[in-house]
């Protein structure tokens, strides 16, 4: 039995607590500690559910953002000047053979070519090389990988290129088109490396989209 209010050595206890009561207390003090224990876990696993749950939130929001603002416009642009690059060299294949058919002077021939070449110049590839440059000064911070990538770079020098040698042209005239000042082309593959990247960032994009989805 539990004693309580223990007297003097030697004399009687004021009263005792029963076997049946003190087994009741003791199941009850479990259960109290059960029930706190479990409250905590919930509590603990809760917030590391919340913990997951934002980290979630925060990677799809930066995705979302290297996609829409930088690989989807990058791709876009890319996309768009080999379009017109294809389409110019077959206006221009077009051209020559029915020059060479029809037994035009060929020099008439090439002017043709010049005057559509400097339309496509100044209609599409200038504009587009001028929104990709702008596109990587104002999301550089949104580049994929670790450091800014080769391909980029050469992209950049090509276009400042272009840029330079259309400025001489303007300036001098057609007999200082010093074509590829710096020598820097086209850079090989480019397209192929940000169709791969922006592919991967859109399937981590659905991958924490069912994540999240899941913790809902």
Known sequence: MLYCLLPDQ????????????????????AGGVFYITALLLRTWLSNRSDHNAAR???RVRFLQEQISSLYGPLSGYLHETT??????????????????????????????IRIVSERFDSEYFTRINRQIAALMRSKRHLIAEEHFPQYLRDYLAHAADWDAT????????????YAG??????????VASVDAI??????????????LGRMG
């Open 181 to 190: 000042i710096s020598g820097q082309q086209w850079p090989d593959g480019i």
């Open 166 to 177: 259309r400025l001489v042209v303007r300036e001098l005239g057609r007999g200082h088109d």
């Open 83 to 112: 379009t017109y690059y294809e389409m110019l060299r077959s206006i221009t294949q077009r051209l020559r053979a029915d020059s060479a058919a029809g037994g035009e002077d060929p020099q008439l021939c090439e002017e043709r």
């Open 198 to 211: 922006l592919y991967e960032l859109r399937r981590d994009y659905r991958r924490h989209l069912r994540k």
């Open 56 to 58: 979630h939130e925060s």
């Open 10 to 29: 030697g004399q009687e206890p004021a009263f005792t607590i029963s076997a049946e009561l003190q087994s009741a207390i003791i199941g009850a003090a």
